[in-house]
């Protein structure tokens, strides 16, 4: 601004007196309107920022996959981002959800788990970075077909479920997480059970039907449109000899408006639940 000043005082040297003060004028004010380097700092778009709003767009239209493009991009960037870390990791459990054989859904599973992992790396105390961590390890659990490691990694989800929700008990996932991890326990084979007692001395404790139904309900009281919450509280009771309290959660889950891909796959499963109480 400085050297734009200079130029104009030159040239108005130049110039008749009766014209010197309307154009100092004109300048001075064109001049003080101009934006300074601070005003264009603040004005300035963080794309961090704008691509996390993007990712978060195309993962609630259930576009998944463009989602976990931006933010792989945004991690390209800032390996350490905390949004980025945790939703790509449920994103990638998500996805593993929807594929075909056991051996994709397991890749995606550990995808999951090792982006839970980087999170929790740099942010060792994030509740989401635990959450994730123990929702890829659940989900490893329905497709390993060894007792040891199954049991290994129930332990690893509990613990990791219990401190996302100490750390923030009012969001309903961390419920429903604990929720399905009690109902795994409560339905164990003996012969897990007993394998359990063998490789770790005891299964983690307090672990039944009932308690399993509590926390499941408890997800659902927080936040009573999930499709999710309400399929896997079915899912429960179907497995513990309930199936008179499974159907009218299965007839919610149908009810409730889906809004992504991940919601249709839910809806589909719980169609076909349905036909197995009528």
Known sequence: MKRELNQIFKLSARLPGRLLVPILLAAVTCIHLLPNENMLAEN?????????????????NGNE????????????????????????????TRLGRQQKTGDQVLNYYNRARFVADQCLRHHPDK?????????????IVDEI??????IDYI??????????????????PNWHLLGILHSKLSTLSRAEKLGARVLFGRLPEGSTAERAEEYLLK???????????HLDLAQHYQETGQPQNARPHLERALALESSHKFDD?????A????????
Do not use: M
Not at 51 to 60: E, I, Q, R, T
Not at 166 to 171: F, G, I, L, Q, V
């Open 265 to 269: 796959l839910n809806q589909e499963e």
């Open 127 to 139: 509740p989401r970075c635990h959450y994730t961590y123990g929702l890829a390890l659940a989900g």
């Open 219 to 229: 997800a659902i009281e927080l936040d009573p449109n999930t499709i999710l919450f």
């Open 65 to 92: 996959y463009q989602a976990l493009e931006l933010y792989q991009q945004i991690l390209n960037r800032e390996p350490g981002h905390y949004e980025a870390l945790w939703n790509a990791s449920l994103l990638l």
């Open 44 to 60: 300035r778009v963080d794309p961090v920022d704008t691509l996390l709003v993007d990712a978060l767009k195309l993962s609630n």
């Open 271 to 278: 169609r076909e639940r349905l036909k197995a109480v009528q």
């Open 155 to 172: 332990w690893k989800v509990k613990e990791h479920g219990e401190k996302a929700l100490e750390s923030d008990p009012d969001y309903a």
């Open 145 to 150: 077909p060894t007792s040891a490691q199954r």
